[in-house]
């Protein structure tokens, strides 16, 4: 009897400890619409974005190797076009602030939400899937988006994100 108490009492707490753990996922909200979505955690891939999916921090911010990255990206992706080449806006508004045409891309998991699903403003999601639809190999990572925005943060006021 003492060890089905031990054991129940054990369930109990792994049980607890799986739903403590599923609900501290951060939940996504599309720019466009303000509906919620889900992303497959099989594309949070590494620690970086593990911890991102966890808590809404992006732990690239300040990483100088993952900054370099995300400059690229953002150049290879053609987001200067609209953003300018230090991202202060060009057709396309400025992203680093004070100010932000989406507030929420104040904090790095807005800018994220932003940039997977796109706006109504005529930005088009540069997820991965998401950028084409017809080719779901097609757009940025996670861990890429990531390192974008870590980049974006260096052009800006000082704003992390993270805050």
């Known amino acids: 009897m003492l060890v089905k108490k031990v054991l129940m009492s054990s369930l109990l707490v792994s049980m607890m400890t799986i739903v403590s753990v599923a609900s501290a996922d951060v939940t996504f909200v599309k720019t466009t619409d303000g509906s919620t979505f889900k992303l497959d955690a099989a594309l949070f891939?590494?620690?970086?974005?593990?911890?991102?999916?966890a808590t809404g921090k992006n732990s690239y911010v300040g990483n100088a190797e993952a900054v370099a990255k995300g400059k690229k990206l953002f150049g290879m992706y053609s987001c200067t076009q609209c953003h300018g080449p230090d991202a202060k806006g060009q057709v396309g508004p400025g992203?680093?602030?004070?100010?932000?045409?989406?507030?929420?891309?104040?904090?790095?998991?807005?800018?994220?939400?932003?940039?997977?699903?796109g706006t109504n403003?005529?930005?088009?999601?540069?997820?991965?899937?998401?950028?084409?639809?017809?080719?779901?190999?097609?757009?940025?990572?996670?861990?890429?988006?990531?390192?974008v925005?870590?980049?974006?943060?260096?052009?800006?006021?000082?704003?992390?994100?993270n805050e």
């Open 45 to 53: 891939d590494t620690p970086a974005a593990k911890e991102f999916l």
């Open 95 to 117: 992203l680093v602030g004070p100010t932000f045409r989406y507030p929420k891309d104040a904090t790095n998991k807005g800018m994220f939400e932003t940039l997977w699903h």
């Open 121 to 147: 403003g005529g930005m088009d999601g540069k997820g991965l899937g998401i950028m084409d639809a017809t080719d779901p190999t097609n757009g940025l990572k996670v861990d890429e988006i990531l390192k």
């Open 149 to 161: 925005i870590a980049w974006v943060r260096t052009q800006g006021t000082g704003l992390t994100g």
